[in-house]
């Protein structure tokens, strides 16, 4: 995919502007936010993904921001612009959240971040949904079973350091599945705080979830629902490598 990169200064003006301050903002924190990217070092933003604003397209869009393919010292990154009204009046605990999931590999790795944005790794690559879906011919099982294997282990490492994802239940939105990288993003809603359900939560997403094991059932024989949630079960009440080890010999991944 080629990308066009338009220069930071051009999103002042309309209508590239409702993205740096989306959904209003004023000419002021349009100034302040363009200063605040030159800090930042990203020189201009590529407007191309599956999401759009008006219509332009974007990488994602939440309740806390919005997500362009940007340009930093000539490198690809995902920038995370905070929208301007945002519950949340900066980026940096979103920041240091992701730092702490770093530490243990997983997530897009980040780069920096100010008041007003995240600049962090892109990964080229599309929705879990999607790419179960594209998934055909031979090898297709072992694909597919070594991406999910790949992504229970990120989640196995967050239960241990006491991190919760959040949001794991809509697992389209929050697993990107690329060429060299399959990862967990969007950590907005992550806490250290409350009690870590990733194993719990992106287990039922894959494979009790109708919509992605209706997809899955169809690359390969997914186990009676009662043997997964009695796995999840032993799981919960003992969320040791054991435990995390049977879970995988049940749902045949090991």
Same mark, same amino acid.
């Given at each position: ?7 930071? %200064? @051009? ?5 590239? /502007? ?12 349009? *100034?302040?936010?363009?200063?605040? $990217?030159?800090? $930042?070092?990203?020189?201009?933003? /590529? ?11 974007? $990488?994602?869009? !939440? ?5 362009? +393919? ?18 949340? %009046? ?7 959240? +992701? ?25 080229? !690559?599309?929705?879990?949904? *999607? ?6 011919? +031979?090898?297709?099982?072992?694909? +597919? ?25 809509? #697992? ?25 359900? *990733?194993?719990?939560?992106?287990? @039922? ?11 899955? @059932?169809?690359?390969?024989? #997914? ?5 997964? #949630? ?15 080890? *049977? ?8």
């Amino acid at each position: 995919m080629r990308q066009s990169f338009i220069s930071i %200064k @051009q999103f002042t003006k309309e209508p590239y /502007s409702k993205i740096l301050g989306y959904p209003r903002t004023t000419k002021r924190q349009l *100034n302040s936010r363009v200063l605040e $990217l030159e800090k $930042l070092q990203v020189k201009s933003i /590529s407007l191309t993904g599956e999401t759009t604003i008006g219509k332009m397209e974007i $990488l994602g869009k !939440g309740y806390v921001g919005v997500v362009v +393919l940007a340009k930093r010292k000539n490198k690809n990154v995902a920038l995370k612009i905070r929208r301007t009204d945002s519950p949340r %009046k900066e980026m940096k605990s979103e920041a240091k959240l +992701l730092k702490l999931v770093n530490n243990v590999n997983v997530g897009p790795k980040l780069f920096d971040y100010s008041k007003n944005f995240v600049v962090m790794e892109y990964l080229e !690559g599309g929705k879990i949904g *999607n790419w179960i879906r594209s998934l055909k011919g +031979l090898g297709t099982a072992k694909k +597919l079973k070594t991406t999910i294997k790949k992504i229970l282990n990120d989640c196995f490492r967050l239960d241990q350091i006491g991190f919760d994802h959040g949001e794991l239940s809509s #697992i389209s939105k929050h697993v990107i599945v690329g060429k060299n990288k399959s990862t967990l993003i969007d950590f907005e809603s992550s806490s250290s705080d409350r009690r870590a359900s *990733n194993i719990t939560s992106i287990t @039922q997403a894959i494979f009790i979830g109708s919509g992605i094991a209706k997809e899955i @059932q169809r690359i390969y024989k #997914i186990p009676p629902k009662e043997k997964i #949630i009695e796995a999840l079960r032993k799981y919960k009440k003992d969320p040791s490598q054991d435990s995390f080890e *049977n879970l995988l010999k049940v749902l045949k991944l090991e």
